[in-house]
């Protein structure tokens, strides 16, 4: 218990710090002053970087690929805090109180809430396009895979809607560019066992108050935002009675409009500060949550298990002999953040302490929307296997491991490494 307190007394000696100086110097503040979409965390759609791909050893050939994917950009269930945003600068457009800044997000918003169409969670026209384009770069990345190995693939997906569309327009991207692929999709409860098993309700609960306290702690200065959408800002409480609650669901707006394809740049009208203490709310949340932290992480990774065995038993099957090119699994953002944190895999594994976390850690690198692990295995004609790991299609080492030339590792290493992970 005196451990639990220290660490709600630390949160809320860290926010007010926040509060005070703006954005200080994280891993988050920066990758957020490189890109201000990757505010949203894990509603920050795909970024397609350039990759590069390490000569493997001598004699070596990929020949089968394991993968997991989490469902492409979606609507988010901000609905109704677009619809206080709009009514409230409706109100003050109808006397004349709204700067330039106030209609231009008025105009924002009713964009928003009309491509929204009132479907929560539904996969946009960028969610699909996010995965037909990683098949097809996948597929030319690693084309002899599919053309001299077996033709078949097996893909599997949560039963949640915008991931079967997600797996749908992967599946078809592969299908136009190699016709005589055999592929067969699935989707079931047996399958969520492990596509779809997140924290649990345990973690949710002792996780709660330390994350309530990182979003109660420390409200940031909300005078700008008065100044910066209406014209007699003194007045403006008349339209919103709280100007920190305005700033988060703008915040909401922001996140969401990445997926819609539009260009408005919200994150614009708020103060540098409150993008940073939203953002990082998020970004803790999912770092408790659901990757390995010093408090809860001995409790989160091994619920990846059901994850990592499956991925294990279906490449022995391919490695003993069974015709699959590739598996590939579609889910959500928990379970691949899980099983990246259970694979050890450096940047998305580390302990940290919630401290440490809030300077060194971003889950926009790990989780954004279409998100994925590629599991790349190679052979030689001893028939000796070794594998490489791409997270969001980059080589990932696991510092736990002494690969044979990085970033390639023997399957067997792996499988005995995996099987005394905790």
């Known amino acids: 218990m005196k451990r639990f307190i220290i660490t709600l007394l630390y949160l809320a000696a860290a926010a007010l710090t926040l509060s005070a100086q703006g ?8 990758d957020i002053r490189e890109c201000p979409g990757r505010a949203g965390i894990n509603l920050h759609a795909y970024e397609f970087l350039p990759f590069h791909d390490t000569p493997a050893p001598r004699g070596y ?13 979606r609507s988010t269930d901000g609905l109704p805090r677009f619809r206080r945003i709009k009514d409230a600068l409706e109100a003050a457009q109808a006397e004349g109180q709204l700067t330039p800044q106030g209609e231009y997000l008025l105009g924002a918003c009713l964009k928003a809430i009309d491509i929204h169409g009132g479907m929560d969670g539904r996969l946009t026209p960028r969610g699909r396009m996010e995965h037909a384009s990683l098949a097809e770069r996948m597929y030319k990345r690693f084309p002899a895979v599919f053309r001299k190995g077996s033709k078949k693939v097996f893909a599997v997906s949560s039963m949640v809607p915008r991931c079967i569309i997600s797996m749908n327009a992967f599946t078809n991207r592969l299908q136009r560019l190699q016709k005589d692929l055999d592929i067969d999709l699935e989707t079931g409860e047996e399958y969520a066992k492990y596509l779809t098993r997140a924290e649990g309700s345990e973690i949710k609960e002792l996780t709660k108050p330390v994350i309530d306290s990182l979003y109660e702690s420390s409200v940031p200065d909300t005078t700008a935002i008065r100044y910066t959408l209406f014209k007699n800002p003194e007045e403006s409480g008349r339209y919103f009675a709280s100007a920190y609650k305005l700033e988060r669901y703008i915040f909401a707006l922001a996140n969401t409009i990445e997926a819609f394809d539009m260009e408005e740049d919200i994150y614009s009208l708020l103060d540098e500060s409150v993008i940073y203490k939203l953002a990082q709310q ?17 409790m989160r990774i091994p619920r990846a298990q059901l994850l990592a065995d499956d991925i294990i038993t279906r490449a022995d099957e391919v490695i003993a002999g069974a015709p ?15 099983i990246l944190a259970f694979l050890g895999l450096e940047g998305a594994s ?41 997270m969001n299609e980059k080589e990932t080492l696991i510092p736990a491991l002494t690969p044979v030339k990085a970033p390639y590792y023997r399957w067997d290493d792996v499988k005995e490494y995996l099987a005394n992970r905790n």
């Open 350 to 390: 580390e302990r940290m302490t919630i401290g440490e976390a809030m300077a060194n850690w971003d889950a926009s690198r790990y989780v954004p929307f279409a998100g994925n692990l590629q599991i790349v295995f190679y052979r030689n004609r001893k028939d000796d296997v070794i594998v490489k790991f791409l």
């Open 61 to 73: 050939k990929p020949f089968y690929i394991s993968h997991y994917g989490r469902h492409g950009s």
């Open 23 to 30: 954005m200080p110097e994280s891993a988050l503040s920066s």
């Open 324 to 338: 699959r090119a590739a598996d590939l699994r579609f889910g959500h953002d928990w379970p691949l953040m899980g």
């Open 282 to 298: 998020r970004n803790m949340d999912i770092y408790l949550r659901q990757a390995n932290s010093s408090r809860f992480g001995a």
